[in-house]
């Protein structure tokens, strides 16, 4: 078992932000649960050089501020794997993101992957490991977390400092290395992480299938729907399911009896 610190007392932390301050490069990844919430609940964050491994516990130590600066210091690169949902946990807690990014998931086409490659395929092809998957469903809010569920937090990283050493040298290799730049610079606009309730029906599939009246029942909802959401911290569907919102911009129920049936069904 590699030697994992489990960070939660401040002075554990202290000691971690000058490790980060003198590295190079971190691999980066984050455990969270949202099946319940609009926002995600930052349940654990997972470092790694290939000289150290720590996961940080977010619950223990409310106050991450030393942390975040550490890690935002754009001599240091971040990896992460398809981080648009660690980013947004980033931007949720301190208003800003970090520079100097590394997404292994956009790289991966570079080297003859697919679009979207999977994290399991890329720990298969430059490690030939088969991810663990036991504690995929796992309650990372419960307290305490068990030796086998710290270990599978941290292989994340730990496979991560692995493939991106490879994928840096076969890059370079191949002369594009900086290919990239523009796409991880894209990655530091706010605007990928902030949902105005206003703009909420732009991401609603198929409504350009809808007409004009259609449109603007799904462009009003949607904005109710996003508002109520994240004033409430609940689950969009929670409220409205999409099927539920194209069946009342299609037949327009005009009465709350017709409402409550159209919701039943």
Known sequence: MTNIEYVKKPEQLNDLCKRIENALWIAVDTEFLREKTYYPKFCLLQLATPDWVACVDPIALPNLTSLFDAIYNPAVIKVFHSCRQDLEI?????????????????????????????????????????LNKA???????????????????????????QIYQKMVKQLTELGRADWLREDFAALENPEMYETEPKNAWLRVKGKNKLTGKQLSIVQAVSHWREATAQKENRPKNWLLRDELLFDFAKLQPETIEALSKLSES
């Open 90 to 130: 980033f931007y949720q807690l301190t208003g800003k993101l970090p520079s100097s990014i590394f997404d292994t998931q956009i790289a991966a086409p570079l080297l003859g992957f697919q679009e979207n490659t999977g994290y399991g395929m890329l720990v298969s092809s430059f490690l030939n490991i088969n």
């Open 135 to 161: 504690h995929t469903r796992a309650d990372w809010s419960y307290r305490p977390l068990n030796d086998d569920e710290i270990q599978y937090a941290a292989d994340d990283v730990i496979y991560l400092c």
